[in-house]
């Protein structure tokens, strides 16, 4: 980072970072399917593995002392995340991630800036510091935004939206004048002056933009960030000549982008809904509407022998599944129902569970075939015909609400109609809503059997039942 050295890459370099890019885009694609997911986790760590051996040989390396430091205290941290934090907790161990790449990216540009305005101001051309603000400007956003968004998921910070009037205006107008400072930046290199306030500014919008939107849509604006970090990653490389980084950071921006792209659109939600809407605000309940209504209840026994009779069942899991850890007691009910000449499918809802992808990864975990899962467009058309809707931790990817209700904040999205089925038993602990914090009518349709008690105790108390038979 000190002298200017002159630029040959090493052939190892040059070799280790080809296999790097093309291995990241291998990744991604065998990500995207359950059966090749494993190999595209190896394919991104050896990735990863190539392009850290192959920049640790840079002839610009003057001394490794700090980065041996920095290499042990990020592993110190990094190995207890890993082995701490339950599969549940994913969203903000992600989260965490994404602060500590954005302060990464943030701090290398700030120094960079700093040492070259210092010593070569030659080299802050008007792209160079171009690129360095926008480098700037997204990294210490995602830090704070990140940060931010972890302590709304640990539940260390309110979960629900904390807004005022005016704040999109604000929230607004600190970016412009943040934006118009890292122009301004751009235009005149040499006013180091302004630097610590488009910093400043950069950290703070990043808290500010989080404040408003609630702990349902932070799964998505994890997404959104992982798409700021990965353009911050990619304007860093522009920055320090780095074609590795400017190809890691370029896919990482898109996917992220892409999957909140997705996301939204299976909550049938827009950006801006997300960003600004302020979804998950306690709504004021109308007085006596809860005594108004009834729900039946039955017992395991009762459900094991409505499944039994069944010749069809579509599971349904969400994130009480996930919570409870249910996935392998419903694999054993998978395999008791299939013994007994009872067709078993799993309908898939895209954001069921806090991440994108949380019940493919929970029940392949427990091994259940994965041409037993569909998506919810090709179950919905099936479940008019179906003989027991079985819903398992899940509420709001089954609320009819969403179909009819015009008031509600789930109006239009997307729903797995598990109501449709001739049967429907759903396995929860109590009449709690779901994440979106709405009541779900499906409870008290007269073809819904409440089974109350945890997922994975109740699922294997009714595995007992039709074994025990
Ligand atoms: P949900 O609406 O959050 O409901 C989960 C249900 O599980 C709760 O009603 C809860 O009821 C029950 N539960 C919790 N612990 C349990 C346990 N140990 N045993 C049995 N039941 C338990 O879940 P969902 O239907 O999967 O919907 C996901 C929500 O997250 C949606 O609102 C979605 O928009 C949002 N979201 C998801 C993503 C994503 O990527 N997946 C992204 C953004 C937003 P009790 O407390 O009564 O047990």
């Known amino acids: 980072?000190?002298?200017?050295?002159?630029?040959?890459?090493?052939?190892?370099?040059?070799?280790?970072?080809?296999?790097?890019?093309?291995?990241?885009?291998?990744?991604?694609?065998?990500?995207?399917?359950?059966?090749?997911?494993?190999?595209?986790?190896?394919?991104?760590?050896?990735?990863?593995?190539?392009?850290?051996?192959?920049?640790?040989?840079?002839?610009?390396?003057?001394?490794?002392?700090?980065?041996?430091?920095?290499?042990?205290?990020?592993?110190a941290i990094g190995i207890p995340i890993a082995l701490l934090m339950p599969m549940t907790h994913v969203p903000q161990r992600t989260a965490l991630s994404h602060s500590f790449g954005g302060l990464a990216v943030g701090v290398v540009g700030t120094a960079k800036y700093y040492l070259w305005a210092h010593q070569e101001p030659e080299r802050l051309t008007h792209f160079t510091m171009g690129v360095l603000s926008l480098e700037v400007l997204l990294g210490f956003l995602t830090f704070t935004g990140s940060l931010m968004a972890f302590g709304k998921l640990q539940e260390l910070l309110p979960t629900r939206p904390i807004v005022y009037r005016g704040q999109n205006v604000v929230n607004l107008s600190l970016l412009g004048v943040a934006v118009a400072l890292g122009a301004w930046l751009t235009v005149d290199p040499s006013r180091m002056e302004l630097f610590p306030w488009f910093a400043a500014l950069s950290l703070l919008f990043g808290v500010l933009l989080i404040l408003p939107i609630g702990g349902a849509d932070m799964p998505t604006v994890?997404?959104?960030?992982?798409?700021y970090a990965g353009l911050?990653?990619?304007?860093?490389?522009?920055?320090?000549?780095?074609?590795?980084?400017?190809?890691?950071?370029?896919?990482?921006g898109s996917s992220g982008f892409i999957l909140s792209v997705i996301m939204c659109r299976a909550m049938n939600r827009s950006?801006?809904?997300?960003?600004?809407?302020?979804?998950?605000?306690?709504?004021?309940?109308?007085?006596?509407?809860?005594?108004?209504?009834?729900?039946?209840?039955?017992?395991?026994?009762?459900?094991?022998?409505?499944?039994?009779?069944?010749?069809?069942?579509?599971?349904?899991?969400?994130?009480?599944?996930?919570?409870?850890?249910?996935?392998h007691k419903v694999r054993e009910l998978y395999d008791a129902l299939t013994r007994r000449g009872v067709d078993v499918k799993f309908a898939i809802h895209p954001v069921?569970?806090?991440?994108?992808?949380?019940?493919?990864?929970?029940?392949?975990?427990?091994?259940?075939?994965?041409?037993?899962?569909?998506?919810?467009?090709?179950?919905?058309?099936?479940?008019?015909?179906?003989?027991?809707?079985?819903?398992?931790?899940?509420?709001?990817?089954v609320n009819p609400a969403a179909r009819h209700d015009k008031g509600s904040p789930i109006y239009g999205m997307p729903i797995i109609e598990a109501d449709r089925a001739r049967t429907v038993m759903v396995i929860k602990r109590s009449m709690n809503p779901g994440f979106a914090g709405i009541e779900n009518e499906l409870y008290y349709m007269d073809k819904t059997l409440m089974l109350f008690g945890d997922a994975k105790s109740f699922v294997g108390e009714i595995v007992k039942e039709i074994t025990s038979h």
């Open 222 to 227: 994890i997404s959104l960030l992982n798409s």
């Open 1 to 75: 980072m000190n002298a200017p050295v002159p630029h040959v890459t090493p052939l190892f370099t040059q070799v280790s970072y080809l296999a790097a890019a093309a291995l990241f885009v291998l990744s991604l694609k065998w990500l995207s399917a359950p059966d090749t997911a494993r190999r595209g986790v190896w394919a991104g760590e050896i990735g990863m593995l190539l392009a850290i051996g192959g920049t640790l040989i840079l002839p610009e390396i003057q001394t490794y002392q700090w980065i041996i430091l920095t290499l042990l205290i990020g592993t």
């Open 271 to 327: 950006f801006t809904n997300v960003l600004f809407g302020a979804f998950g605000q306690v709504k004021a309940r109308a007085a006596g509407e809860e005594e108004k209504r009834t729900v039946r209840s039955a017992t395991a026994e009762e459900a094991a022998q409505i499944l039994t009779s069944a010749s069809s069942v579509v599971i349904i899991p969400g994130y009480g599944m996930a919570v409870a850890q249910a996935q």
């Open 352 to 397: 069921a569970g806090r991440m994108p992808g949380h019940m493919n990864v929970l029940l392949a975990e427990a091994d259940i075939p994965y041409d037993r899962l569909f998506e919810m467009d090709d179950i919905n058309p099936e479940l008019p015909h179906t003989d027991v809707a079985l819903v398992i931790g899940a509420n709001d990817v």
């Open 232 to 252: 911050s990653a990619c304007a860093m490389g522009f920055v320090l000549d780095n074609k590795l980084l400017i190809i890691a950071g370029a896919l990482d």
